[in-house]
Every structure is written in C-alpha cells, then in structure tokens.
C-alpha cells in the first residue's frame, strides 16, 4: 500500500494569510490530485499534477509536484473564507488501475 | 452537463441486513470507482469498474461487491451490515484514462443501527 502522508492536519487563519499544505510519500506516483471537500459533499478535484518538478497555478492557489514524484504542496496565497474546507491529495499508482491513494485531509478554516 | 448522481442520499439500514446504492458517472465516462469515507478512517478505495469489468479492488470483505451496466452506471452492494459499515458511500466518474481526474457524486451517507 503506497501511503500518503498530509501536514499539518488543521489549519486556522485569517483571512488575507498565506498557507502551505503538505502531501508526502516514500511511493512514486504516476501522478498527483488535489481535491477540496465540503461538509456532505463529495470531494471536487482542483488540478492533477503529473510531471516530477510540475508547478500549477489556480489563481490563488499553487500546487507543486516533487521532483521525484513523491510528494506534493499546496499552497493558498492571501486566503479567503471560501477557502475554507477539507483539502485532500490522491496519489494514481504506478499500476493501480482508477485507484486513488488518499491522504488523511488537512482541513482549512479561514475567518474573516 | 450532468454530474455524476448518486442514490439515494441517505439511508438506514438495520445490522444483518443488505444494501444497494447506485451511481450514474458522467455521460461517455467508462470507469466508475467507488470509496468509503469514515472520520477514523479516511477515503478508502473500495472497487473500480471499467467498461463493465473490474479492474482493481481495495481491501475490504467479500460482504462488499459491485458490478457495472453497459450504460456505465453502477451498482455496489454491502450484504450482512455491520455497525463499522455506517459512512458516506462516495462514487467517482472518469474517462479511465491514466492520470485523469474524478468527478465525484455526493454520495450516499448510510447509518447502521
């Protein structure tokens, strides 16, 4: 089992801060998902990030793959309360068939 | 276009008894994948279909099954509930292309009692 590690597990800032979520992993991944879950709702998908060394721009939000394909960061520049939520990364196996390795979540509360 | 429907969104089910949830991926998506999410626990990856077959299976019992249709849609079943199977049910559509996203339905939230 390829297992992924997200840092920290909580986060709490205020609004205009920056932030950085970690995704780590001993595994090599074929590629690298973000999602941002809502409370009862299923996980939406931010970007797939697929190239060792990959740097992704989301408006605010930038995601970076590690160079050796085990690990990830987002991070959420001058964050808003509309970024408030359970961040997730998924790892695709380098053979696994339409299965997602998941990370525990990091979950993001921005007040006002 | 129609995202992806999960149903029903709720249930309640008694332990000893069985369970079918559904799930109908977005149009031309061929790969229906199927997760449990639990607060100890996480998602886990429970089963993948694609084009009808399975392609990859998680580490869960026997109690716990799934098939696809021709039209894509699915089906997973949980037979003999038991208390710890109480959690949100979350399906996934994608192309089955590698390296390809998900969409996600809303799931279903199942309670054991």
């Known amino acids: 089992t390829q297992l992924l590690e997200q840092s920290p597990q909580f986060l709490s800032i205020q609004e205009g801060e920056n932030l950085t979520v970690y995704c780590n992993s001993s595994?090599?991944?074929?590629?690298l998902q973000w999602y941002r879950q809502e409370p009862g709702e299923g996980p939406v998908l931010l970007v797939t990030?697929?190239?060792?060394?990959e740097v992704k721009k989301l408006k605010r939000l930038t995601f970076q793959f590690g160079d050796a394909r085990k690990d990830s960061s987002l991070h959420i520049t001058a964050a808003q309360p509309g970024d408030t939520g359970l961040y997730l990364c998924?790892?695709?196996?380098?053979?696994?068939?339409?299965?997602?390795?998941f990370g525990a979540g990091t979950q993001v509360v921005v007040t006002p | 276009k129609a995202g992806v429907t999960q149903t029903p969104r709720y249930l309640i089910k008694t332990r000893g008894q069985q369970v079918t949830l559904s799930c109908s991926p977005i149009?031309?998506?061929?790969?229906v994948s199927w997760y449990q999410q639990t607060p100890g626990q996480g998602l886990q990856f429970l089963f993948e279909?694609?084009?009808?077959?399975?392609?990859n299976k998680g580490n869960f019992p026997g109690r716990f099954s799934g098939r696809q249709f021709s039209n894509s849609r699915s089906e997973m079943n949980v037979s003999t509930l038991e208390l710890g199977d109480s959690a949100l049910y979350l399906c996934?559509?994608?192309?089955?292309?590698?390296?390809?996203?998900?969409?996600f339905g809303s799931g279903t939230r199942l309670t054991v009692v």
């Open positions: 996934a559509s994608s192309t089955g292309l590698a390296n390809y996203g998900y969409t």
């Open positions: 595994s090599v991944f074929s590629s």
């Open positions: 990030v697929v190239t060792g060394g």
């Open positions: 998924a790892g695709v196996g380098t053979d696994s068939w339409g299965k997602l390795q």
């Open positions: 149009s031309g998506h061929r790969s």
């Open positions: 279909y694609f084009s009808e077959t399975q392609r």
